[in-house]
């Protein structure tokens, strides 16, 4: 799984691309140390999204949640693997933060279906 740049077409947030070009060489550094990470072992690219998803809602992470769901996506899951990986925080980090990143998960999902012409 190899990475590309982010670049000014790219749906990561505006804040991310502002702080990447005006630090280019800690947006390099990122990408560098992402791209030997995914070598590191034999998980595909929609498991380590799922997986990434998880991270995020017990850090509380909206902006990075939303990005992983629709990497995930990218990568194959579906809408039932997703909230499957995110009902996984449920015992660990409660019913709030759950229903919180079931929340953000479904308005992603809603946005790029959108984005491509579809419905839930």
Known sequence: MNRRPVDSNDKAP?????FIAKFPELGAAHEQVANAVDKAGPLDAKICSLIKMGICIG?????????????????GATPQEIEQALLLAMNTL???????AWQWAWQQIDRDRSDKGGSR
């Open 14 to 18: 505006q804040t991310f691309k502002d």
């Open 59 to 75: 850090a509380g992470l909206e902006s990075a949640f939303r990005s992983h769901v629709r990497r995930a996506m990218q990568h």
């Open 94 to 100: 409660g019913l709030p933060r759950t229903v919180m």
